[in-house]
DNA sequence: ACCAGACTAAACAGGG
DNA sequence: GCCCTGTTTAGTCTGG
């Protein structure tokens, strides 16, 4: 399988390259690990804001004043808590946001944030997708933060009225200083608020203009409560910000019911027990648990939770000298109680928003790849991906192997290719396009530009390589030479080993006879004999049994083989036969296509079609190459031949195909 | 296990 | 003498 092919290759590859095709190697996930630095500690300067609002009330009415702030706090926070807990309750009018609009939201705010730090958030998602998410979670958290903010003012506009009224009864200082309180109130409000939107900012999660921040609460989606909480984990919060300071003083130090968020976010302060789970960096906490599982698997011993003597719960480093310790911390630190379940809960958020990340990236992927190379239209799910593309590949349903060939150097692989490979699941060896006939035209055809830019070995054998370096010219005769710079152009494999694989070709020229060699004028120039060609494959071909079966497998397959006839048969089948097929022009690019690779097959197309592959059919050899002007009648002596090929006239070639891109016209056989 | 095909490596020769 | 081109031989792998 895929060892072998991938050993041949490598053998093929004689010593100095090797090394050099391992290049690609694969990405190690590493990962980047994150920098410490990131983190801030969360710290506490400035919870004196909380406390200097307070001051300025006066004595009762300041206190009232407070009371009724924490009130409205606590509104906020119970607000904060059920958006954080999952939204599960719709009860209250704060419900506001659909579930399901939320829900996705929140999650990736709750995870995100807090339990990615950029970097590491970069790493995962691609750019776009990252700025998707990030406009996600900005949307989200502005939302929200306007919520709480009129929650706020609400709050405090009540107090106004409640105060106003009360007021009248009460001496017109007290009313003045209340009101004065109360403006402050709101001042710090605005203050808050834009501290918010600051460290949103700061984030990168909010690119809100500056006077848009400025704004007044009216107009700003501003930016707290639960969303903010992320960021808090992150440390934003962590110096001066007196806002939050307060928020967090006031309203978090909640009970147990708190949710993750409040949880975590108020750990830092409130909850000692917590401290450690303040994400300071928050950066192991998402992958980290992903890597346990995978790994607690390989060691029995070990728990998923427990890695490299610290603690692996989710915000959790706490070091362990041991396993027992390491229970044991477990059981008291994780024990079963809200937190833990909180952080459960986001723990799947996370899993859950990794695992629709690959499903997309999936998705991507495959659509890359066929667009890329075959057919863009289908889109196929990635689940199996290979066996389409096989078929793409190998419209002849043979399945080239080409397999491996590509794995240890490529990144990407032709499509066809690989998936053949991986499809066929035997591996076939790795050069079989000419042993069948296969179409090495069109595989190329699809994937030349992958061949060409990708240190692949191309799958198919000397001699069906050099067939088709001189069937695409016009004139069906190359020197040596072209046909080295054939290779080197169409392959990057071959502008590397040049001393092993041209002496392969050289070989192959002498050794089989359906490579002629024909004196020209201006020097020897290499013909085909596709007789003998066609004569080297194995017999069997036509009919045997392990080709059928390679057609018939596959289930894409028979409709894309059936296409490929079908275009055969259109395009260049008719050629083929036709005693002036070969003319060179026009022919040029279909033909050599078709010829090779259906080549033997010639005829077999058109109408058996489905089942029988073109190849198979028996041999009406076609077209034997007539050399340009030759003096070459030696050769014809060679070649028993009377005139095999008849036809063609080579010589009419045709113009311009040379270059094989332009030879192969996709749109001809893939479809 | 055998065979055939494919590939790599090398030696050798002729010509420019 | 060097390089390119061609031819041959030998050894190894792989799939049938």
Not at 41 to 49: M, P, S, V
Request: a negative charge; aromatic letters at 4%.
């Amino acid at each position: 399988m895929m060892v072998e092919s991938a050993s041949e290759t490598i053998r093929s590859a004689p010593s100095g390259q090797n090394g050099v095709g391992s290049l690609s190697g694969q990405a190690d996930g590493g990962g980047g690990g994150g920098a410490g630095a990131a983190g801030t500690a969360g710290g506490g300067a400035g919870r004196d804001t909380a406390t200097g609002s307070d001051s300025n009330g006066e004595m009762s009415p300041a206190e009232l004043l407070h009371f009724q702030q924490q009130q409205a706090l606590q509104v906020a926070r119970q607000f904060l808590l059920q958006q954080a807990s999952g939204l599960s309750s719709p009860g209250n009018n704060d419900s506001k946001q659909s579930a399901s609009a939320v829900q996705v939201p929140v999650s990736v705010a709750m995870m995100s944030p807090q339990m990615l730090t950029p970097q590491q958030m970069q790493q995962i998602l691609s750019p776009p997708q990252l700025q998707a998410l990030l406009q996600q979670q900005q949307a989200l958290m502005l939302q929200q933060l306007q919520e709480y903010y009129k929650k706020q003012q609400e709050q405090l506009h009540l107090q106004l009225l409640t105060q106003q009224q009360a007021g009248k009864q009460q001496p017109k200082e007290a009313l003045g200083n209340k009101q004065l309180a109360f403006q402050q109130q709101l001042l710090q409000m605005q203050q808050l608020q834009q501290q918010h939107l600051l460290n949103l900012q700061r984030q990168g999660l909010v690119s809100l203009q500056p006077n848009q921040a400025s704004g007044p609460l009216q107009t700003l989606p501003q930016a707290v409560c639960p969303s903010d909480l992320p960021q808090l984990w992150k440390g934003e919060g962590a110096p001066g910000q007196p806002a939050e300071d307060s928020v967090k003083q006031e309203g978090l130090d909640l009970t147990g019911t708190a949710t993750t968020a409040t949880s975590f976010a108020a750990a830092p302060k409130v909850s000692p027990p917590l401290s450690h789970h303040t994400l300071p960096n928050g950066q192991p906490t998402v992958l980290t648990p992903r890597r346990d599982s995978s790994s607690h698997e390989e060691t029995p011993g070990s728990h998923p939770l427990y890695g490299h003597g610290e603690c692996k719960w989710p915000g959790c480093e706490t070091l362990c000298e041991d396993l027992g310790q390491f229970i044991k911390h477990l059981n008291t630190e994780h024990a079963l109680d809200d937190r833990s379940t909180a952080q459960c809960r986001v723990q799947m958020q996370v899993v859950q928003q990794l695992e629709i990340q690959l499903a997309k990236e999936s998705e991507r992927l495959q659509a890359m790849m066929a667009h890329l190379h075959m057919r863009p239209s289908e889109p196929k799910p990635f689940s199996q991906p290979v066996t389409v593309s096989a078929a793409d590949s190998f419209p002849d349903g043979l399945v080239h192997p080409p397999t491996s060939a590509a794995a240890p150097v490529t990144p990407l692989r032709p499509p066809g290719l690989s998936s053949a490979s991986l499809h066929s699941g035997g591996p076939t060896r790795r050069r079989s396009s000419d042993k069948f006939c296969s179409p090495i035209s069109s595989e190329l055809a699809q994937n030349h530009e992958f061949y060409k830019n990708a240190d692949v070995r191309p799958p198919f054998t000397y001699a069906s390589l050099i067939r088709q370096a001189i069937l695409e010219t016009p004139d069906r005769q190359l020197t040596l030479n072209e046909i080295y710079n054939w290779f080197t152009r169409m392959f990057a494999y071959f502008r590397r080993n040049t001393a092993t694989w041209k002496n392969a070709v050289r070989h192959n020229l002498s050794l089989h006879k359906c490579f002629v060699r024909v004196e020209n004028v201006k020097g020897a120039v290499w013909t085909v004999d596709e007789r003998e060609y066609q004569k080297r494959r194995p017999p069997k071909m036509t009919g045997s049994p392990t080709l059928v079966k390679n057609m018939i497998s596959g289930l894409s397959y028979g409709a894309l083989n059936a296409s490929y006839q079908a275009a055969l048969a259109e395009s260049s089948f008719p050629l083929l036969n036709s005693p002036g097929m070969l003319n060179p022009g026009s022919a040029s690019s279909l033909l050599p296509l078709s010829h090779d690779d259906v080549g033997a097959p010639v005829e077999p197309l058109p109408s058996n079609g489905s089942s029988s592959p073109p190849r198979l059919s028996p041999p009406q050899y076609s077209h034997q190459v007539q050399v340009k002007e030759e003096p070459a009648e030696a050769e014809e002596d060679r070649r028993p031949g009377p005139p095999l090929g008849p036809p063609n006239p080579s010589t009419s070639g045709p113009p311009e195909d040379r270059d094989l891109e332009e030879e192969l016209p996709p749109g001809e056989e893939l479809s």
